[in-house]
């Protein structure tokens, strides 16, 4: 089942990463070089349009992929301010670019202003809407519709100097209404859906300096995190649940440190970083239930969880390369982290009705990991290199938990685990001929003790590529494999994952060219599971396996026409297809457990997206832009047989121009 979810995340992102027909500001309008007023000189596009949106089917996938609606945006802009003599009054560089604000659901907005040799300001501003309807598993009873609000701030003083100072601020909030479920009163009783307030904001505060002395260039940064969580959950009357109430404030706070040394010198090169965050946390959460149980009898339940934290972590890393002649190169990389969780993380619940207490304690959880690297690279000619290398790791992960209250038998159970991967690495640069380019890369690694089931253990990875360029045309094609085998006590585990891919581009006249490419996903992935299920009493249910069979085909091509210097007209279209393991439909099984796994072991479905978009070129600062792209989506057979299809006609009309 999570393959199957993973499958729909991986395709969702997909289909969210495809060329969406607006804007078209890159079109040029106005003066190639702009204007001048007084001693700037001032190079600007805005293209303000409308969209518009027919959707059918499941309108709630479509928000979850796509989500554009009607509406007047600023679908984009660009903006440049530059000093003619490089020494403005207060600013000798301006640089504005937007994207889809005012109704877009994806809106972003970049900004540098700077005087050279005094300081430079950087920022960073971007807001989405997202919207998650619940997949099918849930029933529509998890959802979440919320706005995420980046923004990043930094001013660098004296940044053409060899001693610079920098300060940044950045800020990260979540706000808007979901829906979850909660199971009360025990682990058969009736699941009711919840609606939560979601309320997270992230604050970072950065104050560093970038220098060089001798020969050496140097870094170091105070950092300050502040993470809070207000989000609160609710219900007045549904059923069994009279009354629920959960309200689970969080805060967090991580200091740290930064810095980093570079220096190169005739046979030798040296890179040092460390870090240093000392995070500390402290939550509550208290919750009330009321209502009745599976038996009808009354209860009335208050749950409080406390705690609070340090999670210092420690990294460091030492990157030495030696050249002892001209085509030989030694590459050595040590690196050492440390991650200690320790606190009083305390469970506490409370039965109204009998008076009694039920608690569980944590305490201590520790990861400290060791790695070396090696690489050697020798350069026969200039077209012909090889290089290989040897990878080591050791990881040690140690933890102390209370069961029970402390001071008792039960408290103070601690366990420890240690692993070592061991890894070859090799690979070889070609120029095969003047105008062919090819690589080849491999690694083969071994893990003694993996930590978890899905842990690296029997691994292979392979990566090859060539290319060919000539002129206007370039032709590219690649292979990619990841192969992981891990068996531990309880169960066993395969993946196997290989890409296949090919590209092209060809500007046959000025005036026409044409792009595409292809690739092909293969994952299959296969697991023991072992679980309880089972009326009226849980039962373990063994010998069954977790498959996942998935085949991706994506393809995509775009053909660019321009008519003299009076429009221009592009065409493409988009293709993504999953075959899943072959199967037309959805056999019957013995049981009701082997037939819920054997219907997420694929999900075949197809996806298309034509796209139209035409420039015509008005006046020399005015033109007029118009687009369509259509979004199908279709489900072969969906989770669970709850198809999730639709189909969507969006487009729009905008202008752009120069003023």
Known sequence: MKKTLFAIFCLSGMLAAQETVAPTVDEKVGPPRGESKGDYNIVQSWELGYRFAAVGGNADKYRSDVNYHDGIRLLGSNLTVNSKDGHGRWFDEIVLSTQGLGNDPYEAATLRVQKNQLYRYDLLWRQNDYFNPGLTVANGEHLETTRHGWQDHELTLFPQSHFRIRAGYSRVAENGPALTTEQEFDGRSDVFPIFRKVRRQFNDFRLGADGQWKGLRFTVQRQWEYFKEDSADSLTSTGALASFQRAQPYRGTTPGWMGNVYGEYKWIALTGRFTYAGGRGAFVQNETAIGTDRFGSAQNRQVIVTGNGDRPVVTGDVNITIFPVGRFTIINHVSASNTRMTGNNFFQQFDNKTFSFSSVNFQFLGVRLVTNATDVRYRFTKTFDLFGGFRYADREIRSIEDSGSPGTALDGISASQSNHTKAGVGGVNWILMKYIRAHAEFEVGRNDNPFTPQSLRDYHAARAKVQYRKKTLLLGGGYQDNYNDNSIQITAYSSHARTYQGEGSWNAKSWVSVDGSYSKLHLDTIGGIDFFAGSPRSQEVTGLQSIYISNIHAANVGLRFAVR???????????????????????????????????????????????????????????????????????????????????????????????
């Not at 075949?604 to 989506?633: A, C, D, F, I, M």
């Open 565 to 659: 210097q009076y429009a221009d007209l592009y065409v493409g279209y988009n293709l993504t297809k999953d075959t899943g393991d072959g199967r037309s439909g959805l056999a019957t099984q013995a049981t009701a457990a082997a037939q819920v796994f054997y219907n997420a072991q694929t999900f075949p479905l197809t996806y298309h997206s034509p796209v139209l978009r035409l420039s015509v070129r008005v006046t020399e600062k005015l033109r007029w832009n118009v687009g369509y792209q259509y979004y199908g989506y279709r489900e072969d057979f969906g989770l669970l047989s709850v198809n999730q299809n639709y189909r969507a006609n969006t487009g729009y009309t905008s202008l752009l121009w120069a003023f």
